[in-house]
């Protein structure tokens, strides 16, 4: 029995990804919104409670860019294959540790709890390592585990080299194994060169039962957790998986999707209790919902935050905060720093950036403002723009509590409405407007409240 006290744990991502036919390096291709590499390297600390080694290539500057100090590093100089990758890391953990958990940066979609599962079963096995395996038959290009008639794994053949009855075998190799450090090291010194001029990881299996070593395994259930990326048909296939486990997690936790299969939703995000979900709707980054709400259909929510019972239709928000009861749509667009308070009403067709729209404001169509502060209860009216940018800085508008602004206001930023104020329709603000006057005009002026019908000198 090995004993596995002290575990370190090593994500293999020096491959070259030339079949994405991208400049981009392959663990960097997005899923989810992430990089796929941050995946493996979650799961792998996750499983071992410490930071992942990753080994990458010499061209690796982009990789440490994005992980930073989430991973430590080896490097492997020539693409010498999967076991000559392993071999690197033995600089830094040799001595360190009784057993390495082996994973690949190109299979995201392999769970914490999965891992853990493959340290538990070789911890209570005598020989010196423990596969991971799946049954299945579309996994057409995996290596095959190779049994003897008791059942023992004899070795993994990799596909390209197995014979016409191995590749009927149904029993697949995973390419993840927990194995005993002691035993590695010098066994990695004796592996064979392959037909291919590299040295494989998975002749490990052969030859341990070579040695009359035992060679455990775990049998993977979920087929979607071993997806390998290895083409952009293979991405689609893991972000459609991945799509699929975070709704269904999102659905048992009481959330109501419409439409799962046109629902998107990133890993960070956060939902509340009996929000629904209607389809073409993409919650990205870091926003967080809360309880009943109704989001799309047609929207996209990206690193915004939505209180309760919110309603968001055909729209698009971005970097934004809103507080609870407030509704936005068919087409509105709220944009970085935007701030929407309790009770916002926000119509078709408005825009607000970097502005905080005050409780009970209503801004019902056609509609921009930017670098502004609008007070409680604000009216603001169909065509309204604030003029915020000079051509060199942006400049604010301040809106008091209860002004109306009417449809077609040009405000010209730097400029102030007072409490209670109002403007007419078509008017042209430049200067600054006291609490409860009325302005009109182009440039807009105050006129003095008359009875209807009433005339003064200028009317005539």
């Known amino acids: 029995m090995t004993t596995v006290t002290r575990l370190a744990g090593v994500v293999l991502a020096a491959g070259q990804g030339k079949r994405l036919n991208s400049a981009r390096p392959k663990v960097l291709h997005p899923l989810g919104g992430r990089p796929l590499v941050e995946y493996a390297v979650q799961a792998v600390g996750a499983a071992t409670g410490s930071t992942p080694l990753l080994v990458v290539g010499p061209d690796s500057a982009e990789v440490r860019a994005a992980l930073g100090d989430r991973a430590g590093y080896a490097v492997q100089p020539e693409a010498l294959g999967t076991a000559d990758a392993v071999r690197q890391s033995r600089a830094q953990l040799q001595g360190r540790c009784d057993a390495l958990l082996v994973s690949y940066a190109d299979m995201p979609l392999l769970r914490p709890e999965t891992l853990r599962a493959l340290v538990a079963a070789q911890a209570g096995n005598a020989g010196p390592l423990t596969l991971l395996s799946l049954r299945s038959a579309r996994r057409g290009d995996f290596g095959r585990?190779?049994?003897?008639?008791?059942?023992?794994?004899?070795?993994?053949?990799?596909?390209?080299q197995a014979t016409p009855e191995q590749l009927q075998i149904a029993e697949v190799n995973v390419g993840a194994y927990c194995i005993n450090a002691d035993w590695l090291w010098p066994a990695l010194e004796r592996l064979p060169l392959s037909p291919k001029g590299e040295y494989y990881l998975t002749d490990l299996v052969g030859l341990a039962a070579s040695e009359g070593q035992a060679v455990a395994s775990v049998t993977i259930e979920d087929e979607d957790e071993v997806v390998g990326i290895n083409n952009r048909a293979q991405l689609a296939e893991a972000e459609a998986a991945l799509r699929r486990r975070i709704n269904t997690r999102w659905m048992l936790a009481g959330v109501t999707l419409a439409d799962p299969a046109t629902t998107y939703i990133e890993p960070g995000v956060e939902l509340g209790p009996d929000t629904v979900v209607l389809p073409n709707t993409h919650i990205l980054g870091r926003s967080q919902v809360g309880a009943e709400c109704v989001l799309g259909p047609n929207t996209i929510v990206r690193d915004t935050t939505i209180g309760d019972r919110c309603r968001v239709e055909c729209s698009v928000l971005e970097g934004a905060w809103l507080a609870e009861d407030v509704s936005i749509g068919p087409f509105g667009h709220l944009r970085q720093g935007?701030?929407?308070?309790?009770?916002?009403?926000?119509?078709?067709?408005?825009?607000?950036?970097?502005?905080?729209?005050?409780?009970?404001?209503?801004m019902g169509h056609f509609s921009y403002v930017g670098d502004a502060a609008l007070g409680p209860e604000v009216n603001v009216g169909a065509g309204t723009i604030t003029c915020n940018f000079d051509g060199v800085r942006k400049n604010k508008t301040v809106i008091g509590e209860g002004a109306f602004i009417g449809s077609d206001t040009l405000l010209v930023a730097p400029v102030s409405v007072g409490q209670g104020a109002r403007t007419g329709a078509g008017a042209v603000v430049t200067r600054d407007v006291a609490a409860g006057k009325t302005v009109v005009g182009m440039p807009a002026r105050p006129i003095d409240a008359r009875p209807k019908g009433s005339r003064n000198q200028d009317d005539a």
């Open 145 to 160: 585990v190779v049994r003897d008639g008791a059942g023992r794994a004899q070795a993994v053949v990799e596909a390209a």
């Open 338 to 362: 935007a701030r929407l308070e309790r009770g916002v009403h926000m119509g078709n067709f408005g825009e607000v950036k970097n502005s905080t729209l005050g409780p009970g404001v209503k």
